[in-house]
């Protein structure tokens, strides 16, 4: 019988000491007949080709490996073998999915003309570092997931795909430098990395996967380039970055739900003012958050958007254009002590205000129209102690809707320093006399002294202040003649007259 008849390989060259094995195959697929009962290797070196059903072998019997040289090996095609992932067809170049996954390998060479990391492929190893060829062109799904020795990664820019979740919960890396020009940051590409705080990405990506950096709690600095255009749920979700800069990124179209979620260091966010599709909650219970400037285009405030990121200025967090308050989009500001209602809302959402204990002014004198409201709006607010104010033409609308009503319904301007909280038109006292005359209003008290004297038109913007000691003050109305004007007068013993005139 031939020697050719009972193997295919042309030379076998096997030096065993002191658990390592040298070997050199010219056939894949005769790994397991070569190694024969020399199981408790630790360290392979393999020169010549292997395929699919070799690296079963290592992985199903090769339990104490934890070194495995390729560098001089060539992974050859394989079809009809099933192998742990269900697949039967094996491409020549490419390291099988899941191939060496969960096994205790801690360092790797790869082949020097590998094409792909497939799915999974090196998945839950113990590998400390890996080298990646620069003849990789792919790196399939989850290909280093759960690595949690793996401290740093360099993928050249021969890679041209990432698959999703390529180093997800991979706990101990700290460094990713991505030389790829890549169009899209994959799902979940870093999720879970807890030690990652340096991501070197270049400046090319448009999308930014769901999850992408998810639970990067180390993560406090990220660029964002000029080509992005989409930033999907929960991208930086519990992620430890700090600020958040899009106001470069011109084309950004959408930024998806949670995707700023618990970041507990976030502090400032600044964006473009071209128009953006918002997700509930991008910044849900972010306490630190102190500065956000949403586009200017913005016309609903998601639900969810800013619960919990009490430290916000009101003022600030609401763009001009704003139509619509999501359910619970501002809950819990139980700092905030004043808001003014952009003058364009129309709705409000279920809770949308809930906990806002510090609340003393609400403006909605700039509203043309009561707003709808969901359920429990205000709840844990003391709407009795809140100046509620508005304008002429909507106070009898909001003293008769449900919600509204239980405030302290005022005319007049939410910033003004003087409050005028008559919404009825008459005098609060008998003591001031109005008298209105051909281009002059007089204001005589037959009390206490004149202290201060405002006059708001219906819309709640104040026209006129003054402060004086007096008993009768005569004020020029030449400029305002035809107008329906609030006068609200204030006395020295802190008694106070408010009436709606026409001049």
């Not at 763009?319 to 819990?332: F, H, Q």
């Amino acid at each position: 019988m031939k020697l050719k008849s009972l193997f295919s390989i042309v030379a076998a060259n096997c030096a065993l000491a002191a658990g390592a094995l040298d070997i050199t195959t010219t056939e894949g697929g005769t790994l397991a007949s070569q190694i024969g009962d020399n199981t408790t290797i630790t360290t392979l070196k393999i020169n010549g080709p292997v395929n699919a059903s070799d690296f079963d072998y290592i992985n199903d019997n090769l339990k104490s490996l934890t070194t495995l040289d390729l560098g001089q090996a060539t992974i050859t095609a394989l079809s009809g073998v099933r192998n742990v992932a269900g697949n039967t067809e094996f491409k020549a170049g490419e390291l099988p999915a899941y191939s060496l996954f969960g096994s205790s390998i801690s360092a790797i060479v790869l082949p020097s003309d590998l094409v792909k990391i497939d799915e999974g492929a090196l998945g839950k190893t113990a590998i400390t570092a890996i080298t990646i060829p620069a003849s990789v062109e792919s790196i399939g799904n989850y290909a280093f997931t759960g690595c949690d020795r793996l401290k740093e990664i360099t993928v050249p820019s021969t890679v041209a795909e990432l698959g999703a979740g390529v180093w997800k919960d991979c706990t101990a890396l700290e460094k990713a430098t991505v030389y790829s020009k890549l169009e899209e940051i994959g799902e979940g590409l870093f999720e879970g990395c807890t030690h990652l705080s340096d991501a070197v990405l270049q400046p090319t990506f448009r999308s930014i996967g769901n999850s992408s950096f998810a639970n990067c709690t180390s993560l406090e600095y990220f660029t964002f380039p000029a080509t992005l255009v989409s930033i999907g749920d929960k991208a930086f979700y519990n992620s430890g970055i700090m600020s958040a800069h899009l106001d470069n990124c011109a084309s950004l179209a959408s930024i998806g739900d949670f995707s700023f979620a618990e970041c507990k260091n976030l502090e400032s966010v600044t964006m473009s003012n071209n128009a953006t599709a918002l997700g509930k909650g991008i910044f849900f219970d972010d306490t630190a958050l102190r500065q956000v400037q949403l586009p200017s285009s913005t016309v609903a405030i998601p639900a969810f958007t800013f619960k919990g990121t009490s430290s916000i200025d009101p003022d600030s967090s609401l763009p001009v254009n704003t139509k619509e308050i999501g359910d619970y989009a501002l809950y819990g500001w139980e700092h905030a002590e004043s808001l003014v209602l952009p003058e364009g809302t129309e709705h409000i959402g279920s809770g949308a205000m809930e906990g806002w204990s510090s609340l003393q002014k609400l403006g909605a004198e700039n509203l043309r129209a009561v707003p709808s409201l969901g359920s429990e709006v205000w709840a844990g607010v003391n709407q009795g102690d809140v100046y509620l104010f508005v304008n002429q033409n909507t106070a009898d609308n909001f003293s008769t809707s449900e919600q509204w009503k239980d405030f302290k319904i005022t005319i007049g301007a939410s910033g003004a320093d003087n409050i005028i909280d008559d919404v009825s038109g008459e005098n609060r006292h008998a003591n001031v006399d109005f008298t209105v005359g051909d281009g002059y209003l007089k204001v005589q008290s037959h009390g206490a002294p004149i202290t201060s004297v405002s006059i708001y038109d219906l819309n709640g913007r104040n026209r006129y202040a003054a402060d004086v000691d007096t008993d009768t003050l005569i004020v020029n109305t030449t400029q305002w003649r035809g107008s329906v004007l609030i006068v609200d007068v204030r006395l020295a013993d802190d008694t106070r007259a408010t009436i709606k005139l026409s001049i």
